[in-house]
Nanobody, 120 residues
Framework: QVQLVESGGGLVQAGGSLRLSCAAS????????MGWFRQVPGKQRELVAR???????NYADSVKGRFTISRANAKNTVYLQMNSLKPEDTAVYYC??????????????WGQGTQVTVSS
């Protein structure tokens, strides 16, 4: 069993910053890519940023230059530093991890989501 626990969401004014964290725990052998997605009601979940185990990153065009994804492999943790936040960044943010379990089973796991609200 693998769990992803997110933290760091909240309410912030436009132009402000937030830092999200997501820690993976459980029966983990290794973690390949980790990422952040977001979803607003009535829309599909979309990729925000993703980082491989070697540190290669990719971002949605809408957040390039404002958000930074990083990870601490020894802690099985991924972070999302969000700066210059805009009202359109308001969403539930979900952590995702591609995990190889201790029993060599490969699967993608999701966190429970954390709300980010940016007021204008």
């Amino acid at each position: 069993q693998v769990q992803l626990v997110e933290s760091g969401g909240g309410l912030v004014q436009a132009g402000g910053s937030l830092r999200l964290s997501c820690a993976a725990s459980g029966s983990i052998f290794s973690i390949n890519a980790m990422g952040w997605f977001r979803q607003v009601p009535g829309k599909q979940r979309e990729l925000v940023a993703r980082i491989t185990s070697t540190g290669r990153t990719n971002y949605a065009d809408s957040v390039k230059g404002r958000f930074t994804i990083s990870r601490a492999n020894a802690k099985n943790t991924v972070y999302l530093q969000m700066n210059s936040l805009k009202p359109e960044d308001t969403a539930v943010y979900y952590c995702n991890a591609d995990v190889i379990t201790a029993t060599m089973f490969f699967n993608g796991y999701w966190g429970q989501g954390t709300q980010v609200t940016v007021s204008s």
